[in-house]
């Protein structure tokens, strides 16, 4: 089946350590993006990618970093800088046609759960 | 700066019962995207419609439709004659740009419906 996988569903992460989401598509999608959920607000982004080897911050990029090596992976770290991981992370991806004007539909994963422990 | 506000946080509703989920958008850009997400209790976010800006027409699919006002910035959502099944927590998204448009999504807050039996 085509889809969004991420994983693991959930994780605990112990203060001062690195952790990484994983983020896997089969959908042959360019664009890929990583939000962060918080209990009763909105989706906020993260980082994205449009194509391989390249990513730009979105809007909470401090304390994460990311990697696209891979058209289908972009993988999220949340390393010991981020203050306050516990959240719900949301991958999502989209076909990129640049400069066509087109608004991309964005398909999510599944959601991974990080908890501080 | 784009925005986007749905100012019902929660909504209560017998099954059978039409209910309306509002949501009002801000952007300067002439060109953008109108997205509903559900998301049910298992946390995916499960894509339901885009509109553009330039196609003003109100959708209707099954008990789901869709009215789009440029005049008033509004995306409202309606689900006709309302089942259990439609528990969860409805969002919409703004994207922006023509060609530029690089698919990112800017989310409202969310609106937490509840259907009883």
């Known amino acids: 089946d085509g889809g969004i996988t991420q994983s693991p569903k959930y994780l605990f992460r112990k203060e001062g350590q690195n952790v990484t989401l994983s983020c896997e598509q089969n959908?042959?999608?360019?664009?890929m993006y990583w939000y962060r959920q918080d209990p009763g607000q909105g989706l906020r982004l993260i980082y994205y990618?449009?194509?391989?080897?390249?990513?730009q911050k979105g809007d909470i990029a401090e304390g994460y970093s990311v990697s696209r090596e891979k058209k289908e992976s972009f993988p999220l770290t949340v390393t010991s800088a981020q203050k306050n991981p516990t959240a719900f992370y949301l991958c999502?991806?989209?076909?990129?046609?640049?400069?066509?004007?087109?608004?991309?539909?964005?398909?999510f994963g599944e959601g991974s759960w990080l908890t501080v422990v | 700066a784009q925005k986007v506000t749905q100012a019902q946080t929660e909504i209560s509703v017998v099954e059978k019962e039409d209910v309306t989920l509002d949501c009002v958008y801000e952007?300067?850009?002439?060109?953008?995207?109108l997205f509903w997400y559900k998301q049910p209790p298992s946390g995916e976010l499960v894509f339901l419609i885009r509109r553009n800006s330039f196609d003003e027409q109100n959708e209707i699919s099954g008990r789901y439709s869709w009215n789009f006002q440029k005049s008033t910035s509004s995306f409202n959502f309606t689900i006709t004659a309302s089942q259990v099944v439609d528990s969860a927590v409805y969002f919409c998204a703004l994207s922006v740009g023509g060609s530029s448009n690089t698919g990112k999504l800017i989310f409202g807050q969310g609106t937490t419906l509840q259907v009883k039996p």
């Open positions: 952007t300067r850009d002439t060109t953008y995207y």
């Open positions: 990618s449009q194509i391989v080897n390249d990513f």
């Open positions: 999502a991806s989209s076909i990129s046609r640049p400069g066509t004007g087109q608004g991309n539909t964005i398909y």
């Open positions: 959908l042959n999608h360019d664009a």
